[in-house]
C-alpha cells in the first residue's frame, strides 16, 4: 500500500541525507520527496511517498523517529489529509486546432498556461496524482515533449487537526 509521511526536520545541512540514508540502507523504496520550509524556518517538512505493509511504514516511521533533528513524523495515510502535486508539461501546440484543444485540457483540469512559443506551450497543472497523470495522458496525443513534477505534498485536514488538538488538551487536563 502506498503511504504518504510528514516529517518534520531540522533545517540544517545534511538532514534529507540522513534521511534518505535511513530509506536507502534498510532497502525502501521512496516514490517522491518533496522538502519545504515550514511555518518556523528553524524546522523543514518533508514529505515522501514510499509503499509497504502497516508494519515496514511503523517500522520506518519509528526509524525516523529516532533521528537526533527530527521532531515529528506522521504517517498522514491514516489520517483525514489533502494530498497535491504539481507539474509542468511541455506540450506541442502550433496555432490551429492542436492548440485549441490544449487550451480545451487546460480550461477542463483548472491548469494554467506558463509560457507559449508558436510552436509549444508550457502547462501547469497541479492536483492530486490521479488528476495529474490524467491530465497528462490526455495531453500525449498532441505531443508531450518534456515533464517536470514535483512529487507529492501533504496536510492534515482542519477536522483532524482540531480532534487531535482536542485529545491533546483534554489528555494535559486530566493530569
Known sequence: MRHTLSIIVA?????????????????FNI???????????RWSRVTIVTSGDDRTIHQIVKQCERLARVREVQDVTTRPHIEREMALITVSASAGTGRQEVLSLVSVFRAKVVDISHTQMIVEASGNKE???????????????????????AINRLAAQEEEFSRKDAKAQSF
Do not use: Q
Not at 516514490?31 to 524556518?41: A, C, K, M, R
Open 31 to 41: 516514490e517522491t520527496i518533496s522538502v519545504g520550509e515550514s511555518l518556523d524556518p
Open 11 to 27: 533545517d540544517e545541512p545534511g538532514e534529507l541525507s540522513r534521511i534518505v540514508g535511513l530509506f536507502s540502507a534498510r532497502g
Open 131 to 153: 488528476k495529474v497523470d490524467t491530465f497528462i495522458e490526455l495531453l500525449r496525443p498532441i505531443g508531450v515533449t518534456d515533464i517536470t513534477r514535483t512529487g507529492h505534498i
